[in-house]
């Protein structure tokens, strides 16, 4: 089982609409909780970070987390062409484990 | 830029060549990483310093050599690398290690491609 889960995609949207990122994980003791951006031939960029149960919204982000289903989710409301990009789930216990990252494409 | 630099940013070299990889970091932070990122592949942490101390080798061959001689600036020194080895290089640092400082700032990285 990997540590960090998400669907690789892609993940199409028009613009405008809702896109919604999932992230599973495997470390029950896992204790924070971050979103990246990463466009093509970037780094990583942070967008969000989370610890503890329940939503944390930043602008169009929303991050949702549970704990006990140990599941973590971003959202992202009108989304925009410039939206498009990989996001990468990291979920952090004495390391940072990250997901291979689901493609967001948002189509106008 | 989120105040993290590396050099170079391409890098070409022959599997018997010796090269080094350059981090620095403006934002008063104590740890730093090293990670690899391969096509398709999530990233893969390589070495972690926190107060310039080496708190984490995964495995890492030997032809991969971590300094850290501050707080500011890592170096991965490069020695008869393989063609697997091709990949994007990724610095990034924290304010420490721990939990809820744990937040990770990343360079640009470096794309490297050995012959």
């Known amino acids: 089982q990997k540590e960090v889960e998400q669907n690789s995609g892609p993940l199409s949207v028009p613009e405008g609409a809702i896109a919604s990122l999932n992230c599973t994980y495997s470390?029950?003791?896992?204790?924070?909780f971050f979103w990246y951006r990463q466009y093509s031939g970037k780094s990583p960029e942070l967008i969000m970070s989370?610890?503890?149960?329940g939503d944390k919204e930043d602008g169009r982000f929303t991050a949702q987390l549970n704990k006990a289903s140990q599941y973590v989710s971003l959202l992202i409301r009108d989304s925009q062409p410039s939206d498009s990009a990989t996001y990468l789930c990291?979920?952090?216990?004495?390391?940072?484990?990250f997901g291979a990252g689901t493609r967001l494409t948002v189509k106008p | 830029e989120t105040g993290v630099t590396q050099t170079p940013r391409h890098l070409v070299m022959g599997m018997t060549n010796k090269k080094s990889l350059k981090c620095e970091q403006h934002?008063?932070?104590?740890?730093m990483y090293w990670y690899k990122q391969s096509a398709k592949k999530p990233l893969e942490l390589m070495f972690v310093?926190?107060?310039?101390?080496?708190?984490e080798n995964n495995s890492v061959p030997s032809r991969f050599s971590p300094e850290c001689p501050n707080s500011s600036h890592l170096f991965l020194h490069l020695h008869t690398l393989q063609p697997e080895d091709s990949a994007l290089y990724l610095c990034?640092?924290?304010?420490?290690?721990?939990?809820?400082?744990?937040?990770?700032?990343f360079g640009p990285g470096t794309r490297l491609t050995v012959l």
């Open positions: 990034a640092s924290s304010l420490t290690r721990q939990g809820s400082y744990n937040e990770q700032f």
């Open positions: 470390d029950r003791v896992s204790q924070s």
């Open positions: 989370i610890y503890s149960n």
């Open positions: 990291a979920v952090y216990n004495n390391d940072m484990r």
């Open positions: 934002l008063g932070h104590n740890a």
């Open positions: 310093y926190n107060f310039k101390e080496q708190t």
